[in-house]
């Protein structure tokens, strides 16, 4: 098991200096700033559009629901959360699973209940269903998932997501034990981006009727 990462530290990542960014992981005060961004990332995501049933009333308010909750997992388990700041702006933010046997395999039961209560029962189900499908897929042993990434609309197209994934290779490079980064890429323009910061796509993966590439950064040789 890897060691967990303390959220209180700043991300040593080297950003540009010619402007005022940084990384650092999340502290418990920023989780609503980043679900409010996360949730604007991924209201058109075809796969959430279809776990919690975009066509019903109440679409928006089970997946504000959802990600409140995914968040609410993450910090309570000390995974890495990551928010890239410009000046004192959050404009990224980055969600990510440390090589740990109990989080591929299964979710807490407070999860489940929470989610349950917000999602309901079918869209819970599709969540941990999509999740063991796409892990299952990645050919390591040992690696770090990417569960969600955001860059604010309004700063979107001006490099910022490549400041994250630096951020991230840096968490990546705290953890020795790990083989690399999968993440689940389900449009052109995802593939596309993380092809361009070093990403392979290894298998192509249906969740229910949403086809996506199953992308894998993997660890560079050390010198």
Not at 75 to 81: D, E
Not at 113 to 137: D, I, P, W
Not at 194 to 208: L, N
């Amino acid at each position: 098991m890897s060691e967990t990462v303390s959220v209180e530290n700043s991300v040593d990542v080297n950003l540009n200096q010619d402007v005022n960014i940084r990384a650092t992981y999340l502290s418990a005060h920023e989780l609503k700033l980043a679900a409010s961004l996360l949730y604007q990332a991924y209201h058109d995501d075809p796969v959430f559009l279809e776990i919690f049933n975009s066509d019903k009333e109440d679409y928006e308010q089970r997946l504000r629901g959802a990600i409140r909750e995914e968040l609410n997992a993450f910090w309570q388990a000390k995974q890495p959360m990551l928010g890239l700041y410009l000046g004192d702006s959050m404009v990224g933010v980055a969600c990510i699973n440390s090589p740990d046997e109990t989080l591929a395999t299964d979710r807490f039961w407070h999860w489940r209940l929470k989610m349950l209560l917000n999602a309901g029962y079918f869209s819970t189900k599709q969540m941990m269903q999509k999740e063991q499908t796409v892990l299952a897929a990645v050919p390591l042993k040992v690696f770090h998932f990417l569960s969600f990434i955001a860059v604010h609309p309004l700063h979107q197209q001006h490099g910022f997501g490549h400041y994250l994934m630096a951020a991230v290779n840096t968490v990546l490079d705290e953890h020795p034990d790990s083989e690399g980064v999968a993440v689940y890429a389900t449009s052109e323009k995802f593939k596309e981006f993380f092809k361009h910061v070093d990403y392979q796509t290894v298998k192509e993966v249906s969740v229910g009727n949403v086809c996506g590439a199953v992308m894998v950064h993997y660890r560079g040789k050390v010198e």
